[in-house]
Structures are given as structure tokens and as C-alpha cells.
């Protein structure tokens, strides 16, 4: 190391780097080339003149071969990594042949950092050179890259991220220092994008274009908040349907980590079962299986029965029970030459619902009636016999106290593939022309309209309290 360091010393001062007179611009002011980098350094890196080793990097990018050489001194790449000190002390050419997910670019910018300690590549080409760091021993380029990837994270790149740990481990099971703490910060990133299985999330680009990385955060977290099991078998079924070709592939690694004895029995039996039912691959299947027997016998055995049967119980989430009630706002307008008109959906534990507005008894006096109905399509996954048992409390704005008042009142109902909908034929106890007439309910035209929807064992719950 001596020696290659009196070398350098000794070429440097032959070919010192130009000094600034005072007549030339402040370099700051310059634009760079790629000859002339930042740091004390940077004049040294892929320049003969200041070197004594050169390195030929090879790989293959968009199915073409690439190659290029790269100057640099030994005594540089020897200070930042073993594998380098190793192949360099009797050799002065090194041949790199890169994995295919590697370019020439990106191992050009790690050895370019061992002279100014800093990175052109940025996202998930800056996680790429961190890989090859780690590959080529470079230990503090690896932590600074974790450092300032921590510091850029978007959904995207945060998925990417979660991918290459999941590449890395598969491959090796070594300690990847440095690595961890990026690779947990993308974890944590994602899951605090996704804070709650709602409607907003569920049908948001960002959800459904999750890589399959990305979608595992979500399914295996402990702090997303739900009210029921249902909304994360939910949220399997909906990005599993986006692309469903392609993504049916990652089931088996999904599916377990559901908690399927935690999904209630209703959404078991009428959304689970029929998932399990779909063309999946054949392991799948044997695990939807499996998995659904499990959870039929812990709902329907004895704590004594399952431990006798060694049931494995999977431990419940944190599950917020608040969840276990849904509230949806809906303004009807522009209906009055209408026979229907629907809201747009609302989730409430894995099931979509509508609202439904309805001309009832057109030929009756005053033109009929307002009818409001709750309604459950059929359509998001249920089966062709479902039960799900609900109460709900249809609600409608009074206009000149600006209170949501229930003429009806909250009850509870189990809605089924032949009664999809319940509701009320008449929800204001007036007739069609006197809803246009009058402004008790009437807000230009509009019906203003609010929605409690409980599951049934909940509300009964909150009744006996």
C-alpha cells in the first residue's frame, strides 16, 4: 500500500490539477464535465494520468453486451473495500462481469464515490449501486446509500426497496448491514400510506398498482387499522383482481399471511369460499383448502377441541372496533326526472354497499314517493347464497333545522341474495311533488342523505351498553 501510495504521490506531483487564477470563474460556477468532479478527489477518477489500475466492467443491458474501462487508483479502491485491496495488490487489470440487473453506470458511480463520496444515481438505481456495494465489500457506501434512500422514499421506490431484500435473502442469507435499516424504513413507509383498510385505500391507484412486495407489508402488518379480518382478505381479493393473471402467482406466498380463524363466518362462507373457487394455481388452492377448514373449526369447536386437535390459533390484530360501524354521507341531486339513482359504494368490513334512491308508486297521488334503500351488490365478491347480517339507520337532512333526522329509525336486517336491499317506500312521508314544492327536505333539488351501517352483533353490543 506504501508503494502504490509514493506512485500516485509521485504521478500527482508531476501532472499537479490546474490551479484558478484569479481571472477564471469561482468553480461553482462552472459547468462540469465528467472528467471534473467534486471533491479534493474527484480530478484523480478515470483519468490516466492519475491512475494505475484499470477496471473493465461488463454486462448485458436490454439484451445487448456492454463493455467499459474505468482508470482508478489502486490505493483509492484498496482504502474503501478488501475485495478490491485483494484483486489489486498484484494485478493491474480487473474484469468485472455484472449481474443482468446491474449497469456499467451504476458500478461507474460507485467506484467514482470512493474518490468524492457522493452519488449521482438517485431511487432505485441509487439501491442498485448499494447492491453492488454491498457485492464488492464497500461497507460505507452501503450506509450512505441506506441514508439517503431513507431520505427520498416514495411508494415506489419503497416497494423496490422491500424487492431487492426479498431478492437478497433468497439468494443469501447473510447479514446485510446496512441494508436492514432501509429496508425497514420502506416497510414502515408503506404502511403508514396504508394507515386504514377504507374505501379511499381500497380503490386508490397507488393500493392497487402495490407491488407484490408492497401488498405483503399490508396483509402481514400489526398496526394497519381495520375493525374485522374481513377488510384484509379484502384487500388480498382486490389487488389479486387488478391484474389477476399475472398476480394469481403470488397467492401462495399471500394467503398465509391472512388470518383466516379471525375473518367472521359469514364473509367465510360467502366471499372466502368462492375466492378459493377461482382459478388459482393448484398450491393455492390447497392452502385456501386448508385454511378455510381450520377457520370453519375454530368458529364452530370448543377452546378444549381445538387445543386437542393442535388448531394453531393465529393471533388477532389490534382490530378497531370503531370499524365496526360505517357512516356515508351521500347528496342526491339532479333525480327529479329520474325513475333510480345510485350513490357511489361504501365499505364497511369487506362488503361494498350502495345507497339507492327510487320513485316509488309513479302513478300513485302526488306523483308516489321517495323510497331510500341500503343495497348490497352482489357483484364484489359474494357468492350466489350469502347472508350479512347488518343494521343500519337511514337518515335525511332537514333543511330548515340543518339536522339529519330518522323517521324510521335504526334496525337490523340480514341482507341475502334474495333480499339485497332493505330499506323504506317512503323515507320522507311525503309525496314526489310535494318533496319539489316544499323545502323542508328539498335543497335545491337535492336530497342530502346519511347512512349508519353496523354489523348486527356490534349494534346489539351497543344496545345492551
Same mark, same amino acid.
Given at each position: 500500500?506504501?508503494?502504490?501510495?509514493?506512485?500516485?504521490?509521485?504521478?500527482?506531483?508531476?501532472?499537479?490539477?490546474?490551479?484558478?487564477?484569479?481571472?477564471?470563474?469561482?468553480?461553482?460556477?462552472?459547468?462540469?464535465?465528467?472528467?471534473?468532479?467534486?471533491?479534493?478527489?474527484?480530478?484523480?477518477?478515470?483519468?490516466?494520468?492519475?491512475?494505475?489500475?484499470?477496471?473493465?466492467?461488463?454486462?448485458?443491458?436490454?439484451?445487448?453486451?456492454?463493455?467499459?474501462?474505468?482508470?482508478?487508483?489502486?490505493?483509492?479502491?484498496?482504502?474503501?473495500?478488501?475485495?478490491?485491496?485483494?484483486?489489486?495488490?498484484?494485478?493491474?487489470?480487473?474484469?468485472?462481469?455484472?449481474?443482468?440487473?446491474?449497469?456499467?453506470?451504476?458500478?461507474?458511480?460507485?467506484?467514482?464515490?470512493?474518490?468524492?463520496?457522493?452519488?449521482?444515481?438517485?431511487?432505485?438505481?441509487?439501491?442498485?449501486?448499494?447492491?453492488?456495494?454491498?457485492?464488492?465489500?464497500?461497507?460505507?457506501?452501503?450506509?450512505?446509500?441506506?441514508?439517503?434512500?431513507?431520505?427520498?422514499?416514495?411508494?415506489?421506490?419503497?416497494?423496490?426497496?422491500?424487492?431487492?431484500?426479498?431478492?437478497?435473502?433468497?439468494?443469501?442469507?447473510?447479514?446485510?448491514?446496512?441494508?436492514?435499516?432501509?429496508?425497514?424504513?420502506?416497510?414502515?413507509?408503506?404502511?403508514?400510506?396504508?394507515?386504514?383498510?377504507?374505501?379511499?385505500?381500497?380503490?386508490?391507484?397507488?393500493?392497487?398498482?402495490?407491488?407484490?412486495?408492497?401488498?405483503?407489508?399490508?396483509?402481514?402488518?400489526?398496526?394497519?387499522?381495520?375493525?374485522?379480518?374481513?377488510?384484509? !382478505?379484502?384487500?388480498?381479493?382486490?389487488?389479486?383482481?387488478?391484474?389477476?393473471?399475472?398476480?394469481?402467482?403470488?397467492?401462495?406466498?399471500?394467503?398465509?399471511?391472512?388470518?383466516?380463524?379471525?375473518?367472521?363466518?359469514?364473509?367465510?362462507?360467502?366471499?372466502?369460499?368462492?375466492?378459493?373457487?377461482?382459478?388459482?394455481?393448484?398450491?393455492?388452492?390447497?392452502?385456501?383448502?386448508?385454511?378455510?377448514?381450520?377457520?370453519?373449526?375454530?368458529?364452530?369447536?370448543?377452546?378444549?377441541?381445538?387445543?386437542?386437535?393442535?388448531?394453531?390459533?393465529?393471533?388477532?390484530?389490534?382490530?378497531?372496533?370503531?370499524?365496526?360501524?360505517?357512516? !356515508?354521507?351521500?347528496?342526491?341531486?339532479? !333525480?327529479?326526472?329520474?325513475?333510480?339513482?345510485?350513490?357511489?359504494?361504501?365499505?364497511?368490513?369487506?362488503?361494498?354497499?350502495?345507497?339507492?334512491?327510487?320513485?316509488?308508486?309513479?302513478?300513485?297521488?302526488?306523483?308516489?314517493?321517495?323510497?331510500?334503500?341500503?343495497?348490497?351488490?352482489?357483484?364484489?365478491?359474494?357468492?350466489?347464497?350469502?347472508?350479512?347480517?347488518?343494521?343500519?339507520?337511514?337518515?335525511?337532512?332537514?333543511?330548515?333545522?340543518?339536522?339529519?333526522?330518522?323517521?324510521?329509525?335504526?334496525?337490523?336486517?340480514?341482507?341475502?341474495?334474495?333480499?339485497?336491499?332493505?330499506?323504506?317506500?317512503?323515507?320522507?312521508?311525503?309525496?314526489?311533488?310535494?318533496?319539489?314544492?316544499?323545502?323542508?327536505?328539498?335543497?335545491?333539488?337535492?336530497?342530502?342523505?346519511?347512512?349508519?351501517?353496523?354489523?348486527?352483533?356490534?349494534?346489539?353490543?351497543?344496545?345492551?351498553?
Amino acid at each position: 500500500a506504501g508503494i502504490h501510495c509514493r506512485d500516485y504521490m509521485e504521478t500527482k506531483a508531476k501532472h499537479p490539477p490546474p490551479s484558478r487564477t484569479e481571472e477564471e470563474e469561482p468553480a461553482s460556477k462552472k459547468i462540469k464535465t465528467d472528467d471534473e468532479e467534486d471533491g479534493d478527489m474527484g480530478f484523480g477518477f478515470n483519468n490516466p494520468l492519475y491512475s494505475n489500475h484499470k477496471i473493465i466492467i461488463k454486462s448485458t443491458e436490454d439484451g445487448a453486451e456492454v463493455e467499459e474501462s474505468v482508470h482508478v487508483a489502486k490505493l483509492m479502491c484498496s482504502a474503501c473495500s478488501p475485495f478490491f485491496k485483494k484483486r489489486m495488490l498484484e494485478e493491474n487489470e480487473t474484469t468485472l462481469e455484472l449481474d443482468a440487473q446491474y449497469t456499467v453506470a451504476q458500478m461507474k458511480d460507485l467506484l467514482r464515490w470512493m474518490y468524492v463520496h457522493e452519488f449521482q444515481s438517485k431511487g432505485p438505481d441509487l439501491c442498485s449501486v448499494m447492491s453492488l456495494a454491498h457485492q464488492y465489500q464497500v461497507d460505507r457506501a452501503v450506509r450512505q446509500c441506506a441514508a439517503e434512500l431513507s431520505e427520498d422514499m416514495t411508494i415506489e421506490h419503497a416497494a423496490a426497496y422491500l424487492a431487492q431484500e426479498a431478492a437478497m435473502r433468497e439468494k443469501d442469507q447473510a447479514v446485510f448491514s446496512g441494508f436492514e435499516k432501509l429496508w425497514k424504513d420502506a416497510s414502515e413507509f408503506i404502511q403508514k400510506e396504508f394507515q386504514e383498510l377504507n374505501m379511499a385505500t381500497l380503490t386508490s391507484e397507488k393500493f392497487l398498482q402495490l407491488t407484490v412486495e408492497g401488498i405483503k407489508v399490508i396483509l402481514r402488518s400489526e398496526t394497519i387499522r381495520i375493525g374485522t379480518e374481513n377488510s384484509v !382478505f379484502s384487500a388480498f381479493r382486490l389487488w389479486m383482481h387488478r391484474d389477476f393473471e399475472n398476480r394469481k402467482q403470488h397467492a401462495v406466498a399471500l394467503l398465509p399471511l391472512i388470518r383466516f380463524t379471525q375473518i367472521k363466518p359469514d364473509f367465510l362462507l360467502d366471499v372466502v369460499k368462492k375466492e378459493g373457487e377461482m382459478h388459482y394455481p393448484e398450491e393455492a388452492k390447497k392452502i385456501f383448502a386448508r385454511k378455510i377448514i381450520e377457520a370453519y373449526v375454530y368458529h364452530s369447536t370448543s377452546q378444549e377441541r381445538r387445543e386437542a386437535l393442535r388448531l394453531v390459533t393465529e393471533v388477532p390484530r389490534p382490530y378497531d372496533e370503531r370499524l365496526l360501524k360505517e357512516t !356515508f354521507y351521500w347528496k342526491a341531486e339532479n !333525480f327529479s326526472e329520474l325513475k333510480e339513482l345510485w350513490s357511489q359504494p361504501f365499505f364497511l368490513g369487506g362488503y361494498f354497499l350502495h345507497l339507492l334512491l327510487q320513485r316509488k308508486n309513479i302513478s300513485g297521488p302526488g306523483g308516489g314517493t321517495l323510497g331510500l334503500y341500503l343495497h348490497i351488490k352482489q357483484n364484489a365478491g359474494l357468492s350466489t347464497e350469502f347472508y350479512v347480517p347488518l343494521a343500519f339507520e337511514l337518515l335525511v337532512k332537514n333543511q330548515l333545522t340543518g339536522k339529519f333526522i330518522s323517521p324510521k329509525g335504526a334496525y337490523a336486517s340480514p341482507f341475502t341474495a334474495t333480499n339485497k336491499a332493505w330499506g323504506y317506500v317512503d323515507i320522507l312521508n311525503t309525496t314526489w311533488d310535494d318533496f319539489f314544492k316544499e323545502n323542508t327536505f328539498n335543497a335545491n333539488g337535492c336530497l342530502e342523505v346519511k347512512a349508519n351501517v353496523w354489523f348486527k352483533d356490534y349494534w346489539e353490543q351497543l344496545k345492551r351498553k
